[in-house]
Every structure is written in structure tokens, then in C-alpha cells.
């Protein structure tokens, strides 16, 4: 069983950062597939960000593209994802995912509780 688990979600303003984390447990970190999904209240829950097992391989939703990079550090079994130049449509609920071959058609098995964004203007 692996669990996810979010960090570092909070209330900022506009043009501000921050940075999520996503600690997985077990030793299946470095062999799957992380990603982030966000859901405002009243929507889908949509993709954010995404990067393959062997970290060489990154995907972004077109609307955060250039201000948001996901990263992830083998040795603290943790991924991330730094979100800069926030925007008020950025608020939402951010989920972190895990699942082998996840990227490239797989499922993304496992999911963390989810983590609060809200952007003030």
C-alpha cells in the first residue's frame, strides 16, 4: 500500500508562490509516475502537472504552463510542484496522484487527501 500524503497549500495574493509538496511512502517512489490535479468548488477535477518515474519527462495543462514546474527527490520519496505567479483562478483544492505508467496511459493508483490553494486578488 502506498500512502500520499499534501503539504504546503495556504492563502496568498496574486503574483505570490508556493511550493507543494507530496511525500509518498514505500519503496515504489522511484518506479512511479507522480502527478497533480486541482478541483475549484463547483468544477471538475482537472490536470495540473506531471512527471514519469525517471523524472527526464514533465507535462503541464496549457494554463499553467511557464509558472508552475514539478520536480520530485528520490531520497526523500517526495515530489513537488512550485507555483509561481499565482492567480485567483488558481484557487482549489491540489491532489497529488501515484501510479505506475501513469503518464503514458496508466492509472494513477493512489491519491493524497488534497491540500488548500486559495489566491486572493
Known amino acids: 500500500q502506498v500512502q500520499v500524503v499534501e503539504s504546503g497549500g495556504g492563502l496568498v495574493q496574486a503574483g505570490d508562490s508556493l511550493r507543494l509538496s507530496c511525500a509518498a511512502s514505500?519503496?515504489?517512489?522511484?518506479?512511479?509516475?507522480m502527478g497533480w490535479f486541482r478541483q475549484a468548488p463547483g468544477k471538475e477535477r482537472e490536470f495540473v502537472a506531471a512527471?514519469?518515474?525517471?523524472?527526464?519527462?514533465?507535462y503541464y495543462a496549457d494554463s499553467v504552463k511557464g509558472r508552475f514546474t514539478i520536480s520530485r527527490d528520490y531520497a526523500k520519496n517526495t515530489a513537488y510542484l512550485q507555483m509561481n505567479s499565482l492567480k485567483p483562478e488558481d484557487t482549489a483544492v491540489y491532489y497529488c496522484?501515484?501510479?505506475?505508467?501513469?503518464?503514458?496511459?496508466?492509472?494513477?493508483?493512489?491519491w493524497g487527501q488534497g491540500t488548500q490553494v486559495t489566491v486572493s486578488s
Open positions: 496522484a501515484a501510479g505506475p505508467w501513469a503518464t503514458t496511459g496508466g492509472k494513477y493508483n493512489y
Open positions: 514505500g519503496r515504489t517512489f522511484s518506479s512511479f509516475d
Open positions: 512527471i514519469d518515474w525517471s523524472g527526464e519527462k514533465s
